[in-house]
């Protein structure tokens, strides 16, 4: 069966940067806190009515097509990875679709968190493996700080969490030695609510009320301590699991890339891994949390950065709300 491979890969962020003392005058945080707990400086921040989320994903895809050079019309298929698309009806990717004039090829949503872009990427991967497409965007973008509580009672999350996008062009490898090797999916809904947003819901008698804005049920929750705990177990297991797979050593991986949670995390994995400093990339100190934009933006930072070369053994792996989690290994 054949083999697929990134092609390209893109990133785009808004230009509103947030740094920890404009948080600190909204909230009662500081820099010290925020750098010593999550390594976070600085984050990206939409603009209403200058950024939505097609626009942030335009600018992404634009980049990654560029770069495999490829168009919009070489696309036969569009997977995108989001939980903060501008409509609650349709999904974001046929606005992408539209956005950017494809041809009229299938667009599927998927809502799986900060695991979003390896879980988008392993559907994308199944396509191409078995022949169905042979061409395909992944994309993962998010509007995060529209669903933060930037009061006192929301700091421990609205520090985290930011806004991007970052997009790959997957297509068939041409040598073996090249592709990704394997993606490993889980799940475990018992702790959905440990990282939630509540409102606005369909289970509801309305969707949206004033008592829920009043309540602040609309406002992104998270329980940092538990899906601290569960993060660094599942980021562990994971990417075990891919390397066993493979059977490959954890000393054959040129870089890991983390869904980049907390720096605290990404720190923790490496040390357990036994890897050096320069196999592991991480940019959430000028990121923020950007949910499933992580892993594509930080795939195109590494890129950028001359951090990625022919042939070298890539680990991605997340965990995030759901819980989900997920890995994927990769020969670039
Ligand atoms: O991407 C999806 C997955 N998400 C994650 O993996 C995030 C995982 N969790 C985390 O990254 C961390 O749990 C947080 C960064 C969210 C919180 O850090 P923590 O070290 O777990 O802090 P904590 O919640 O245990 O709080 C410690 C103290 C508390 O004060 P007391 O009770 O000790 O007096 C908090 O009230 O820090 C306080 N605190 C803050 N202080 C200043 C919490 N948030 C802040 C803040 N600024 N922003």
Same mark, same amino acid.
């Given at each position: 069966?054949?083999?697929s491979k990134?092609?390209?890969?893109?990133h785009?962020?808004?230009?509103?940067v947030v740094?920890?003392e404009?948080?600190?005058?909204?909230?009662?945080?500081s820099?010290?806190?925020?750098v010593?707990?999550?390594g976070?400086q600085?984050?990206?921040?939409?603009?209403?009515?200058?950024?939505t989320?097609t626009?942030?994903?335009?600018?992404a895809?634009?980049?990654?097509?560029?770069r495999a050079?490829?168009t919009?019309?070489?696309?036969d298929?569009i997977?995108?990875?989001?939980?903060t698309?501008?409509?609650f009806?349709?999904?974001n990717g046929?606005?992408?679709?539209?956005?950017l004039?494809?041809d009229n090829?299938g667009a599927?949503?998927?809502?799986?968190?900060?695991s979003?872009f390896?879980?988008?990427?392993?559907v994308a991967d199944?396509?191409?493996?078995?022949g169905m *497409?042979?061409?395909? =965007?992944v994309v993962?973008a998010?509007?995060? $700080?529209?669903?933060l509580?930037k %009061?006192d #009672?929301?700091r421990?999350?609205s520090v985290?969490?930011a806004?991007?996008a970052g997009a790959v062009?997957?297509g068939?490898?041409?040598?073996?030695?090249?592709g990704i090797l394997?993606?490993?999916?889980?799940?475990q809904g018992? *702790?959905a609510?440990e =990282?939630?947003?509540?409102?606005p819901?369909? $289970?509801?008698?309305?969707?949206? %009320?004033? #008592?829920?804005l009043e309540?602040?049920?609309?406002f992104l929750k998270m329980?940092?301590?538990a899906?601290?705990k569960?993060?660094v177990?599942?980021f562990?297991?994971v990417?075990?699991?891919?390397?066993?797979h493979?059977?490959?050593?954890?000393?054959a991986?040129?870089l890991?890339?983390?869904h980049q949670a907390?720096?605290r995390?990404?720190?923790y994995?490496?040390?357990?891994?036994?890897?050096?400093?320069e196999?592991v990339f991480n940019?959430?100190?000028?990121?923020?949390n950007?949910?499933a934009?992580?892993?594509?933006?930080?795939?195109?930072?590494?890129?950028?950065?001359?951090?990625i070369?022919?042939g070298?053994l890539?680990?991605?792996?997340?965990?995030?709300?759901?819980?989900t989690?997920?890995?994927?290994l990769?020969?670039w």
């Amino acid at each position: 069966m054949r083999k697929s491979k990134i092609l390209g890969v893109g990133h785009y962020v808004p230009e509103r940067v947030v740094t920890n003392e404009e948080l600190s005058q909204m909230m009662d945080t500081s820099n010290e806190w925020i750098v010593e707990r999550t390594g976070i400086q600085s984050r990206h921040w939409f603009t209403p009515g200058i950024d939505t989320l097609t626009s942030l994903s335009k600018k992404a895809t634009e980049m990654a097509l560029e770069r495999a050079n490829l168009t919009a019309k070489d696309i036969d298929f569009i997977v995108f990875a989001t939980i903060t698309p501008d409509y609650f009806i349709p999904g974001n990717g046929v606005l992408l679709q539209r956005e950017l004039g494809f041809d009229n090829i299938g667009a599927l949503d998927i809502r799986n968190a900060c695991s979003g872009f390896i879980y988008a990427l392993s559907v994308a991967d199944q396509f191409i493996k078995t022949g169905m *497409y042979d061409r395909i =965007l992944v994309v993962g973008a998010e509007i995060q $700080s529209s669903a933060l509580d930037k %009061s006192d #009672e929301g700091r421990s999350s609205s520090v985290i969490f930011a806004d991007g996008a970052g997009a790959v062009v997957l297509g068939p490898s041409s040598s073996d030695q090249s592709g990704i090797l394997s993606t490993h999916l889980h799940s475990q809904g018992e *702790y959905a609510e440990e =990282l939630y947003c509540k409102d606005p819901g369909s $289970s509801r008698e309305v969707r949206l %009320s004033p #008592e829920m804005l009043e309540s602040g049920s609309t406002f992104l929750k998270m329980n940092g301590n538990a899906v601290f705990k569960h993060a660094v177990l599942r980021f562990m297991e994971v990417i075990q699991e891919a390397l066993d797979h493979n059977q490959l050593e954890q000393s054959a991986i040129d870089l890991l890339i983390p869904h980049q949670a907390n720096l605290r995390i990404s720190q923790y994995i490496q040390q357990k891994l036994g890897l050096p400093n320069e196999k592991v990339f991480n940019n959430i100190m000028h990121m923020g949390n950007t949910t499933a934009a992580t892993i594509p933006i930080a795939l195109s930072e590494a890129r950028e950065q001359g951090k990625i070369k022919e042939g070298d053994l890539i680990c991605l792996a997340a965990f995030g709300s759901g819980f989900t989690w997920a890995s994927a290994l990769l020969h670039w």
